[in-house]
T-cell receptor, first 111, second 116 residues
Framework: SQQGEEDPQALSIQEGENATMNCSYK?????LQWYRQNSGRGLVHLIL?????REKHSGRLRVTLDTSKKSSSLLITASRAADTASYFC???????????FGTGTRLKVLA | DTEVTQTPKHLVMGMTNKKSLKCEQH?????MYWYKQKAKKPPELMFV???????INESVPSRFSPECPNSSLLNLHLHALQPEDSALYLC???????????????FGPGTRLLVL
């Protein structure tokens, strides 16, 4: 299966702490994206990182990509209760435009 | 306007019913997607339309029938569903569906379907 694996499956932290979640994938990619989903609703796009990029920032988000290890990480700094959600990575295979989602990390930020 | 709308929000149907899910976007996107998501699982791709033509069917059973009447609308017709088809159905759109495009998908809020 092409599906990415994310870890941890679940993460519980205190408000103000940083949260790190990891994504590993199996095939060559054009880019990798991170999405957030609040309690069974639609997904919200957070950030896209291209295969020739190593790091990208957006506000409190920092994404890294290591294509040699086929892995990516999402860091959320100074977390807030509103960051409580499930986070998914999504990868596309080189030569297709079909995105496959990882298994997801459920983040809970305690106030 | 970066919104994808889906109707209905919730749907309960029997195994002999016929119903349709609707999705609409006015962002000028030419690729539209249907995903199925079970609880605590990632979204699974079902169909992709590119320029109103079906370009990907992920071996979805024929009881699910997609339709793209125009570039802004996407329907999913449901007939003779099974209880295991109960899930959140998500619609998404992106600028274009060509290969090796680097694109963001915009998702609707989903339709929560319960099959009795």
């Amino acid at each position: 299966s092409q599906q990415g694996e994310e870890d941890p499956q679940a993460l519980s932290i205190q408000e103000g702490e940083n949260a790190t979640m990891n994504c590993s994938y199996k095939t060559s990619i054009n880019n990798l994206q991170w999405y957030r989903q609040n309690s069974g609703r639609g997904l919200v796009h957070l950030i896209l990182i291209r295969s020739n990029e190593r790091e990208k920032h957006s506000g409190r988000l920092r994404v890294t990509l290591d294509t040699s290890k086929k892995s990516s990480s999402l860091l959320i700094t100074a977390s807030r209760a509103a960051d409580t959600a499930s986070y998914f990575c999504a990868t596309d295979s080189t030569g297709t435009y079909k995105y496959i989602f990882g298994t997801g990390t459920r983040l809970k930020v305690l106030a | 306007d970066t919104e994808v709308t889906q109707t209905p929000k919730h749907l309960v149907m029997g195994m002999t019913n016929k119903k349709s899910l609707k999705c609409e976007q006015h962002m000028g996107h030419r690729a539209m997607y249907w995903y199925k998501q079970k609880a605590k699982k990632p979204p699974e791709l079902m169909f992709v339309y590119s320029y109103e033509k079906l370009s990907i069917n992920e071996s979805v059973p024929s009881r699910f029938s997609p339709e793209c009447p125009n570039s802004s609308l996407l329907n999913l017709h449901l007939h003779a569903l099974q209880p295991e088809d109960s899930a959140l159905y998500l619609c998404a759109s992106s600028l274009a569906g060509g290969p090796q495009k680097r694109e963001t998908q915009y998702f609707g809020p989903g339709t929560r379907l319960l099959v009795l």
